[in-house]
């Protein structure tokens, strides 16, 4: 599956996969990004830093893990 800027939930879940354990609150948005384009999934514009398109997935990406601690 291809991974666009708009997909916060897919690529949080793609993060949570490959950085496991890793509380997403403490990532800094230079390496949110990094990561981001990294997945091999990530097909979209690799120049695009606007932080409320970081913050939106790194929301996701908190949530979801939240919602795993949650249920433990």
Known sequence: ???YW????A???AL??????LNPLN???ATLHQWVIELPEF???KTVTAHYVLE???REWYEEVASHE???
């Not at 949570?16 to 354990?21: A, T």
């Open 56 to 58: 939106n997935i790194q």
């Open 70 to 72: 949650s249920t433990v």
């Open 6 to 9: 708009e997909d916060d939930y």
């Open 27 to 29: 990532v800094k948005w």
């Open 16 to 21: 949570n996969r490959v950085h496991p354990g």
């Open 43 to 45: 097909m979209d514009d």
């Open 11 to 13: 690529i949080a879940l």
């Open 1 to 3: 599956m291809e991974l």
